[in-house]
């Protein structure tokens, strides 16, 4: 048996070669995962260490907990903070606590965490230019804010603070010193003295950071940093805050707070689900592979059975060939693995440095792939293996015909797929029709039950993967069927196309787990990016609904000149612009209610439009009041058709309601003339802008910026940045589903190519039978070509039905309610039908190989072949 291992693997090595690459393909995936993951979390952690910078022991408020603390008094860090800086006035310790501000600059303004600089080792920011405020007039600001506000070095800004004693909101003049890069993700954050953050503080803030460090580093590890750790422990323990606060090292403490963020594993999670399935589309297409290698050895099998080998021996022998390959092929998969790790890292800036990007993959992730790929080879072995080694050898001894139809009916197998697949389908319609009508309730209720649409969410999940593991046992089952009837579509003159339909009926369970391979990475692809597409097509639906227009600018007191209206046409990336004529008045309900809302009190000086020709600028139909009805914005549903008053210096008119949907009160073009007066006439107050279709959000943000510039007195309305920062949002999703998804898709296009090879040898005397009989070399290569594309179609046909009707459920059960009671919207993106095109070519493409092999044979040749 010594020499067999070595003799089965050389003789097999053709026929291996893709085994290994499906097998490294998953390992590679598997790795690149949790190498992002890996990365995601150094991001976070960059991003979270801002304020905890140069700590080396970190006391914090737990999340959820409070502390008892009289007023005016210390809170616990910051006695503890006083405790230890009269023990060890050697150590560097600083408090922090929380304090935001509203940093403006004319008609700018940003919302803002405000840090106080002391020592400089707890300096969170980078400096991107200028210097560190030094004087408690100055304040450092973050990248995004200056941005925001269009200032640079030595501009002024205000800054709007809260004043605890007396309770009023106070605005000051600082010079900007500095500023500094913005984090990704992070709240923005500026920085002033601490004697200036102190003053607005007031006398005792209550601290929720106590950062600790020594000179030398020594409480960065060892003796010295456990004593500092419990030695703080013991502080709070006196001063009764224990169960409220955290202490812990640096690194222990960033750990903590990444996994508060991304929920512990849940991130890991999500990302492992992707390579499982690479992973089970491999074993699936391994196991043909194998199933096929141990059938062409049934012979030699029966022989070493006839000379003494037991069935033992046999499966061992074989166990030995699969954990071979399998370490041959994670270890390529490691390889292919790391390299694309680093590469992603580094390449979207989850990463810092090339050493960073590779240094996230640790020694558990490699021993876990590499088990992995161990696992997935012996698991696709273990059926095949079992099911040789039973057979007696008088039985592997007796002539047998390879080619004939397998006759024998699965019927455990296709009544076990069965049941999965009308269960789990019949329960998940349930439970995605209970989730859909407790977030729509429609006229019954006014409120979502979101706990409970979560629970039937989960359910339909759950069941909608038992019906397509039912799917997939039934198409290993259908679609050698659905092929040979495709087949049959054909001309009967069409030899070669039904040679080629037969032949994907000749070994059905090699044909179906090819197909059931094909069918679960096009029933994912199509799945996510319909559901993506989908959910963006209602969002939007929903945003254009409530705010159709893409920006509108209005001046509350100086009306907007013809000149102001001609440069916002001019303004780069808007399409068109629409001005509103308005005049002031008074809307007040006639008969008040205190159950529904009325939005504008007594006496309240509104604007009143003109209804303009604005639907060539919406997004969604408007509503156009007649002579006689006023439109009122997002007006409460029992208020429509009340009557209303309004009021126009000594004109007065009633109406009657409307909801609309823009930001102004609208009037009918006669209602207005009536209302205006020799004090009182309608001037443009307003403008609407609809900007060009696919640009950024970079773009829509440098549009406001140029619009905001026009007039100093302009104020700005907009819901283009939520509909284009959403639409590149789910576009990322849609396409990180593609990149991800299409691994399982590249496994299973290596088992088309794998099953045509295995196929090719199986059938080499057939093969040369046909040649003999008139059948060139381009018609052999050609009926291959239709085999792999029968496969690909039957695979797509049933892919592309199950990827919609599980992304319809998906959106259905989803629990999230849009407002109003908006429709689902279900597209099917042209991307998805792309990615079907590509898997057929590929398909085909995946023939070309097996296809010139078998034609290269001659008839003579392939006849002498035993």
Request: hydrophobic share 45%.
């Amino acid at each position: 048996m010594r020499g067999l291992l070595s003799a089965n693997l050389r003789a097999a090595k053709s026929s291996y070669v893709a085994t290994a690459l499906a097998i490294a393909l998953a390992v590679a995936f598997l790795l690149t995962c949790l190498g992002l993951a890996g990365g995601m979390k150094v991001k976070m952690a960059h991003n979270l260490a801002h304020n905890v910078t140069g700590a080396e022991i970190v006391a914090s408020i737990k999340p959820n907990s409070s502390v008892d603390v009289k007023e005016g008094q210390p809170g616990p860090l910051d006695l503890v903070a006083k405790d230890l800086s009269v023990a060890h006035r050697e150590w560097e310790i600083l408090t922090r606590s929380r304090f935001a501000a509203q940093i403006s600059k004319q008609n700018h303004s940003n919302h803002s965490e405000v840090l106080g600089l002391a020592q400089p080792r707890f300096d969170s920011g980078e400096l991107a230019k200028g210097t560190r405020p030094k004087a408690d007039t100055e304040i450092g600001l973050d990248a995004s804010i200056a941005k925001t506000l269009g200032v640079g070095i030595q501009d002024q800004v205000n800054v709007e603070t809260y004043d605890p004693k007396t309770e009023q909101t106070v605005t000051q003049n600082f010079t900007v010193a500095g500023i500094y890069k913005a984090l990704p993700g992070a709240f923005p954050t500026s920085y002033v003295t601490s004697a200036r953050l102190q003053e607005w503080q007031g006398k005792n803030p209550i601290s929720n950071l106590l950062l600790v460090a020594s000179p030398n580093g020594e409480l960065g590890g060892g003796a010295s940093q456990a004593q500092a750790l419990n030695e703080i422990r013991n502080l709070l323990a006196k001063h009764h805050a224990t169960e409220a606060i955290d202490v812990a090292t640096f690194n222990q403490y960033l750990s903590d707070q990444v996994d508060r963020m991304i929920g512990g594993n849940g991130l890991l999670v999500i990302l492992l689900v992707f390579p499982l399935l690479a992973g089970v589309t491999a074993i699936i297409v391994v196991s043909v592979t194998y199933s096929v290698l141990l059938t062409r050895r049934r012979r030699t099998l029966a022989l070493l059975r006839a000379v003494g080998a037991t069935k033992g021996q046999l499966r061992r022998l074989f166990l030995k060939e699969t954990l071979l390959v399998g370490a041959i092929s994670s270890l390529l998969g490691i390889g292919i693995g790391t390299l694309a790790t680093g590469i992603i890292n580094h390449e979207s800036d989850l990463t810092r440095t090339w050493g960073e990007s590779f240094g996230v993959i640790d020694w558990p992730m490699l021993l876990a792939c590499f088990l992995s790929g161990l696992i997935i080879s012996v698991l696709a072995g273990y059926a095949p293996a079992r099911q040789v080694s039973k057979v007696t050898p008088m039985q592997a001894l007796a002539e047998e015909d390879p080619y004939a139809v397998v006759q024998k009916r699965r019927i455990v197998k296709t009544g076990c797929g069965a049941f999965l697949f009308l269960a789990g389908t019949a329960i998940m319609v349930w439970a995605t029709m209970q989730s859909y009508h407790l977030m729509h309730p429609g006229e019954t209720s006014d409120t979502f039950n979101n706990s409970a649409a979560t629970m039937f969410f989960l359910l339909a999940m759950f069941s909608g993967a038992l019906s397509f593991l039912g799917l997939l046992l039934l198409t290993a089952v259908v679609l050698p069927y659905l092929t040979a009837a495709l087949g049959r579509l054909s001309p009967k003159n069409a030899m070669i196309w039904r040679l080629a339909a037969e032949n994907t009926r000749r070994n059905p369970r090699r044909t179906g787990a090819t197909g059931a391979a094909l069918t679960l990475g096009v029933t994912l692809v199509v799945m996510m990016l319909t559901g993506a597409a989908s959910m963006e097509a209602t969002a939007q639906y929903t945003i254009n609904t409530k705010k159709p227009l893409d920006f509108t600018l209005y001046s509350v007191d100086a009306p907007l000149t013809e000149d102001t209206i001609a440069r916002a046409e001019q303004v780069k990336n808007i399409e068109k612009v629409a001005p509103v004529p308005a005049l002031k008045g008074q809307v007040t309900l006639n008969k008040p209610s205190d159950k529904y809302y009325f939005p504008y009190e007594p006496n309240t000086t509104v604007l009143l439009a003109e209804d303009v020709a604005a639907d060539d600028i919406s997004r969604a139909p408007l509503t156009h009041p007649q002579p006689g009805q006023i439109v009122i914005p997002n007006l409460d549903k029992h208020l429509v058709g009340k009557t209303v008053t309004v009021t126009c210096g000594d004109k007065t008119l009633k109406f009657k309601t409307l909801s609309g949907n823009l930001s102004f009160v609208q009037l009918h073009p006669a209602d207005l003339a009536k209302l205006r007066s020799a004090d009182n006439l309608p001037y443009t107050q307003a403008f609407y802008a609809k900007i060009k279709d696919g640009i950024t959000s970079a773009e829509v943000e440098q549009i406001a910026s140029d619009l905001m510039a026009l007039n100093p007195e302009l104020r700005l309305e907009s819901e283009a940045f939520m509909r284009v920062m959403f639409t590149e949002m789910l576009q990322a999703i849609m396409w990180g589903a593609v990149a991800m998804l299409g691994v399982s898709v590249v496994v299973s296009l290596v088992g088309v190519a794998n099953t045509l090879g295995l196929s090719v040898l199986e059938r080499r005397r057939e093969n040369g039978l046909l040649r003999a009989l008139g059948l060139t070399r381009s018609m052999m290569r050609l009926m291959l070509t239709f085999e792999a594309f029968l496969l690909g179609v039957g695979g797509v046909v049933i892919g592309l039905l199950a990827g919609i009707g599980y992304a319809v459920a998906g959106i259905y059960a989803l629990p999230i309610g849009f407002e109003d009671d908006a429709p689902l919207v279900l597209v099917v993106p042209g991307l998805a039908w792309g990615a079907v095109a590509v898997v057929l070519v590929v398909a085909v493409l995946a023939s070309v190989w097996p296809a010139r092999s078998a034609a290269k044979v001659s008839p003579v040749e392939a006849l002498a072949h035993d």
